[in-house]
């Protein structure tokens, strides 16, 4: 199955700062969720969009889904340095036949510097 | 607590020496699924199992096999481990119909 693409690879800021970070993927989905994952440990889920969806809010974090574009953004705001960690999409592009298959993509690792 | 336990935490085997990863979860979740994640490549899909005894390839079997006997676990188990199966790798489950997956710690494996 295709993986999704986030994009950059690594981003590095102060923190009080906005994080942005985007993901692209290349066919119809139902739906995209973003993980975080510190250091060599699980992933965490943090939130989950619809694609009848454009926008979700959690917290700092704000989603926004652009299918025509195949491509979603993930912001997180007034950045902290506890947010320092690799952050993840996943979508159901490689489910068929009433099978949930995510496919992740290979991550945008966030260092905030104090 | 709700959780995924996956054991061991760090591994260190010799090339064909048979292991086996175990997983757990208590969340009585349907689905569970095993992953790899190597630098650069993200996590990619070993297996998979929708529930009790159904189990099927993700992107990456070869190497690997997986039993669903009991609703709670999904071992991984490499018959025949060889270097380029050194990797960290990570259990999840779900709920059937719901889409957020619930990680485990995570299991790094080497194989000399």
């Known amino acids: 199955s295709q993986q999704g693409e986030e994009d950059p690879q690594a981003l590095s800021i102060q923190e009080g700062e906005n994080a942005t970070m985007n993901c692209s993927y290349k066919t119809s989905i139902n739906n995209l969720q973003w993980y975080r994952q510190n250091s060599g440990r699980g992933l965490v889920h943090l939130i989950l969009?619809?694609?009848?969806?454009r926008e979700k809010h959690s917290g700092r974090l704000r989603v926004t889904l652009d299918t025509s574009k195949k491509s979603s953004s993930l912001l997180i705001t007034a950045s902290r340095a506890a947010d320092t960690a690799s952050y993840f999409c996943?979508?159901?592009?490689?489910?068929?036949?009433?099978?949930?298959?995510?496919?992740f993509g290979r991550g945008t690792s966030l260092i905030v510097h104090p | 607590e709700a959780q995924v336990t996956q054991n061991p935490r760090y591994l260190i085997t010799v090339t064909g020496k048979k292991l086996t990863v175990t997983c757990s979860q208590n969340?009585?979740?349907?689905?569970m699924s095993w992953y790899r994640q190597d630098p650069g490549l993200g996590l990619r899909q070993i297996y998979y199992?929708?529930?009790?005894?159904?189990?099927d390839k993700g992107d990456v079997p070869e190497g690997y096999k997986v039993s669903r006997k009991e609703k709670r676990n999904f071992p991984l188990i490499l018959e025949s481990p060889s270097p380029n199966q050194t990797s960290l790798y990570f259990c999840a489950s779900s709920l059937a119909g719901e889409e957020k997956l619930f990680f485990g710690s995570g299991t790094q494996l080497s194989v000399l």
């Open positions: 969009i619809r694609s009848n969806e």
């Open positions: 199992s929708m529930n009790v005894e159904v189990t």
């Open positions: 996943a979508t159901d592009e490689g489910s068929s036949g009433g099978s949930y298959i995510p496919t």
């Open positions: 969340m009585n979740h349907e689905y």
